[in-house]
């Protein structure tokens, strides 16, 4: 199924996040959700460049910048200094369309 970003803000009225995301995209569909818990925990799940990638905005919302420069370096991306409400939003559309569901 391919998922629109207007499909993913849709599915945040749901109890659980769709089944066929990603576990990056669950982790970003839990914090849209205020559960920085079940996101991270989500995270565990993706050890990969895209988990990184929200693992290290997790962790800049947490207030801990240098796990966060960490989790930047394994997703091989900068440091992020936009809102987080920006970063959530470009992760989240970046990631739906390279996972081609979006």
């Given at each position: ?7 993913f803000?849709q ?5 659980e996040?769709p089944?066929?995301?990603t576990?990056a995209?669950?982790?970003l569909?839990?914090?849209?959700k205020?559960d920085?818990?079940r996101a ?9 460049v895209?988990g990184?990638?929200?693992h290290a905005?997790?962790?800049r919302?947490e207030?801990?910048r240098?796990n ?7 997703a091989?991306k900068?440091f992020c200094?936009?809102?987080l409400?920006?970063e959530w939003?470009a ?8 996972s081609?569901q979006?």
């Amino acid at each position: 199924m391919k998922m629109t970003l207007e499909d993913f803000y849709q599915s945040l009225s749901a109890n659980e996040p769709p089944a066929e995301i990603t576990p990056a995209l669950a982790g970003l569909w839990w914090d849209a959700k205020g559960d920085w818990d079940r996101a991270h925990n989500c995270l565990q799940q993706a050890k990969n460049v895209d988990g990184s990638w929200v693992h290290a905005y997790l962790h800049r919302k947490e207030g801990d910048r240098e796990n966060a420069a960490g989790w930047y370096s394994r997703a091989e991306k900068s440091f992020c200094n936009e809102s987080l409400e920006h970063e959530w939003l470009a992760i989240t559309r970046e990631l739906l369309t390279n996972s081609g569901q979006g």
